[in-house]
């Protein structure tokens, strides 16, 4: 390959290998927890304002009347497809609530009615739906220390949304399409490489194997399936993946071909582009990454993998010009800087990526996620830091926040926990990716 190939921002010399058997499952839930009137669908009515409690008790006419418009308006229903009306009366200082199962709105309005007769109604609701914010299953999950450090199973909770909906391109070395935890995520993808004398490499293998299990440890940070029991949970694990191979085995590759990749992936309907890879700028690469901001589509970068003194890193370096590029700083296990990540001003966010060897612990305190031949394995770079908030870039893309490309950018900076000095720097950028704070709200 030329000198000046793209080199995938991965530490190699990090990779550990299959983490250590884990212990045996928990027992499962006693069905006796699961008989109990709830709703639908958690999602059902989360969108729906909460009625404050009265300060003085409600008329009964005016208890039927909110009564009607909380039912008619509702998607919530209990198991057996009824309406939960919620009334609050005060009783000697005392909230006495009573969720009431109807079939209308007419029933809705004559219970509340009934309710505020004795004139201790102070409030009329729906009931709401909640669930208990548990960690996945995954047999691995306690070992993916970056979920402790981000978010992601709260925010799926809180949001209503694990990315569903959203096509995230993985532009990369391929994916392992049937790999266990990747099996049902991954798309039919494509293939642009050549060699230096511009003959194509294996072609027509669309994206869905990996040469070198770099692209396939990436997209199962943003996708594995979750709470399957099996190996690890992606932070966005209802994304589909679409797998763009522009890398050999070796990691390196061309611009032009990322180029190419990075195009046919706004024009195949991704939402975000995952580019763990970055080399110099690049004529063709900004053309493509100016395809995909008159597209509406987020590219995610890595900031780049060579310390405090290195270059800049392109794409990820046109963050500073486009408002739909993201550039990825990583952190460490303590929320540190690594030794490796670059430190630049075009810097615009940090995400788990691994220590890389140096603070000790080996390869537990690097990143664990999907490789080649149906396994899982560690790895750390910036490469690994991406995938992360390409994930969060998903939540926000996904239903019911729908973020523009711009709107997802600005919404993650203004919401990441700052870390290193106070405010934007060049190690870290905004902060750690918090996709709970940047919730569903789109600037």
């Not at 306690?142 to 959203?166: I, L, M």
């Not at 194509?200 to 194997?209: K, L, M, R, S």
């Not at 750390?380 to 926040?401: D, E, N, W, Y």
Request: charged share 15%.
């Amino acid at each position: 390959m030329l000198a000046a190939a793209i080199a995938a921002f991965a530490a190699s010399a990090c990779f550990g290998g299959p983490p250590p058997p884990p212990p045996p499952d928990p027992p499962p839930p006693s069905a006796e927890a699961c008989q109990s009137t709830g709703a639908a669908s958690p999602a059902a009515g989360k969108d729906e304002p909460a009625r404050a409690p009265s300060d003085q008790p409600i008329p009964p006419g005016e208890a039927a009347a909110q009564a009607r418009e909380a039912s008619s308006t509702t998607d919530v229903r209990t198991k057996d497809g009824d309406i939960p009306i919620v009334t609050v009366e005060e009783r000697g200082g005392k909230p006495e609530i009573t969720s009431t199962p109807v079939r209308s709105p007419d029933e809705a309005a004559s219970v509340a009615e009934q309710k505020a007769v004795d004139g201790d109604l102070v409030a009329v609701d729906v009931d709401k739906p909640v669930r208990a914010l548990a960690d996945p299953n995954d047999q691995l999950f306690s070992q993916q220390w970056a979920f402790t450090k981000v978010p992601f199973v709260n925010a799926w909770a809180a949001d209503s949304t694990r990315g569903a909906g959203v096509t995230v391109a993985v532009v990369d070395t391929g994916v392992q399409a049937n790999h266990p935890d990747l099996s049902g995520q991954v798309l039919s993808g494509a293939h642009f490489l050549h060699s230096d004398n511009g003959d194509p490499v294996a072609p027509d293998v669309g994206g869905t194997d990996d040469f070198s299990g770099h692209g396939t440890h990436v997209t199962g940070t943003i996708a594995a399936k979750s709470n399957n029991t099996t190996g690890i949970s992606g932070a966005a694990p209802e994304v589909k993946i679409l797998p763009v191979k522009v890398l050999c085995a070796d990691g390196g590759g061309f611009s032009s071909d990322v180029a190419d990749g990075i195009t046919w992936a706004v024009d195949n309907g991704a939402a975000v582009i995952n580019l763990s890879l970055g080399g110099g700028a690049s004529s063709a690469e900004q053309s493509a990454v100016e395809y995909a901001r008159d597209h509406n589509v987020v590219v995610v970068a890595a900031g780049g993998n060579d310390g405090a003194s290195g270059q800049d890193s392109y794409p990820a370096a046109y963050s500073v010009q486009y408002a739909n590029v993201i550039a990825v700083a990583a952190t460490n296990n303590a929320n540190g800087h690594p030794a490796y990540g670059t430190v630049a001003s075009y810097l615009d966010i940090s995400a788990p990526g691994g220590c890389g060897g140096p603070c000790g612990g080996g390869s537990a305190n690097d990143v664990l996620s999907t490789v080649n031949s149906s396994g899982y394995g560690t790895k750390a770079g910036t490469s690994m830091a991406t995938p992360h908030v390409s994930a969060a870039a998903a939540l926000l893309r996904s239903a019911p926040a729908a973020c523009t490309a711009s709107q997802v950018k600005s919404r993650l900076k203004n919401t990441a926990t700052d870390l290193g000095v106070p405010g934007q720097d060049s190690t870290f950028g905004a902060g750690l990716v918090n996709p709970l704070a940047a919730g569903t709200t789109c600037p």
